[in-house]
Nanobody, 123 residues
Framework: QVQLAESGGGLVQAGGSLRLSCAAA????????MAWFRQAPGKEREFVAA????????NYADSVKGRFTISKDNAKNTVYLQMNSLKPEDTAVYYC????????????????WGQGTQVAVSS
């Protein structure tokens, strides 16, 4: 069993930055792909970013490429999402997820999820 807990969300003006954290507890953290997804009201959950178990391979949605950075600290069992140049369309609840089977960008493939943290970007 793995428990994931996100933090770091909040309200920020457009152009600002936030750093989200996802702390993991339970089974070995370092061996699994970790990802961030987001869900805006009335929309489906969408992929944001993913990191391989080593952190050596990362992938991003086109909408956040160049603005967001995912990183892992296996010693701290924590994955981060640094979000810069935020836009109002980035407003959503952000979730971290782990233990994927299949494609890293498909929500249904992930076994464990955090409770989410709200990010709101004002124009």
């Amino acid at each position: 069993q793995v428990q994931l807990a996100e933090s770091g969300g909040g309200l920020v003006q457009a152009g600002g930055s936030l750093r989200l954290s996802c702390a993991a507890a339970g089974r070995t953290f370092a061996s699994y792909t970790m990802a961030w997804f987001r869900q805006a009201p009335g929309k489906e959950r969408e992929f944001v970013a993913a990191s391989s178990w080593s952190g050596g391979s990362t992938n991003y949605a086109d909408s956040v490429k160049g603005r967001f950075t995912i990183s892992k600290d296996n010693a701290k069992n924590t994955v981060y999402l640094q979000m810069n140049s935020l836009k109002p369309e980035d407003t959503a609840v952000y979730y971290c997820a782990s233990h994927v089977r299949g494609s890293y960008d498909t929500p249904s493939g992930y076994k464990y999820w955090g409770q989410g943290t709200q990010v709101a970007v004002s124009s």
